[in-house]
Antibody, heavy 112, light 113 residues
Framework: EVQLVESGGRLIQPGGSLRLSCAASGFPVSHNHMSWVRQSPRRGLEWVSVVYAGGGENYADSVKGRFTISRDTLKNALYLQMTNLGVDDTAVYYCVRGATHWGQGTRVTVSS | DVVMTQTPLSLSVTPGQPASISCKSS???????????LYWYLQKPGQAPQLLMYEVSSRFSGVSPRFSGSGSGTDFTLTISRVEAEDVGVYYCMHSIQFPECSFGQGTKLEIK
């Protein structure tokens, strides 16, 4: 059974950094396109970043240069390193396998 | 960027009655490979989105046959043949011309009368 479990979200001050984790089971992350998608009341659902099955990554313009996606094949996990966070980054962040499976999300709140 | 526009933004349906949600894109979603990467998701209260339909009209594993998808080019529709109480939530269309980079509609909230 495919499972995705996100963690790492919390309240953080503007300008801070945070790393989100996604523990995957039931499939190898290295064989799938793995994305982060976020959801906020103001911006709705927004694709954030992807690491491709074959390697390489891409980012939405809104996070380019601030966020870094990575994966660990041994731990079968996905990560999102977020720096210079702003209030517009406040959202629930979902780990997504391809277009099919979503985790339950982890909440990031950027506020002073 | 492709903009996805859903209508209506909300609808209230009597159980057993049909429901339809429209999703229009600002440009054609036909990929170079001839496929249309248009998806429909349902987000039930307090849950993550769950995939209903992929590539316009293919039902994902375990999805009720009451759900169907149609459309081409820039106009797409999700239809529920007979609404049930468990169908309550927010429905989103999503396109992905350059999968998995994608964009979502603003959502349609379905309530039961």
């Amino acid at each position: 059974e495919v499972q995705l479990v996100e963690s790492g979200g919390r309240l953080i001050q503007p300008g801070g950094s945070l790393r989100l984790s996604c523990a995957a089971s039931g499939f190898p992350v290295s064989h799938n396109h793995m994305s982060w998608v976020r959801q906020s009341p103001r911006r709705g659902l927004e694709w954030v970043s992807v690491v491709y099955a074959g390697g390489g990554e891409n980012y939405a313009d809104s996070v380019k240069g601030r966020f870094t996606i990575s994966r660990d094949t041994l731990k079968n996990a996905l990560y999102l390193q977020m720096t210079n966070l702003g209030v517009d980054d406040t959202a629930v962040y979902y780990c997504v396998r391809g277009a099919t499976h979503w985790g339950q999300g982890t909440r990031v709140t950027v506020s002073s | 960027d492709v903009v996805m526009t859903q209508t209506p933004l909300s609808l209230s349906v009597t159980p057993g009655q049909p429901a339809s949600i429209s999703c229009k894109s600002s440009q054609s979603l036909v990929h170079n490979d001839g496929k249309i990467y248009l998806y429909w998701y349902l987000q039930k209260p307090g849950q993550a989105p769950q995939l209903l339909m992929y590539e316009v009209s293919s039902r994902f594993s375990g999805v009720s046959p009451r759900f169907s998808g149609s459309g081409s080019g820039t106009d797409f529709t999700l239809t529920i043949s007979r609404v049930e109480a468990e169908d309550v939530g927010v429905y989103y269309c999503m396109h992905s011309i350059q999968f998995p980079e994608c964009s979502f509609g603003q959502g349609t909230k379905l309530e039961i009368k």
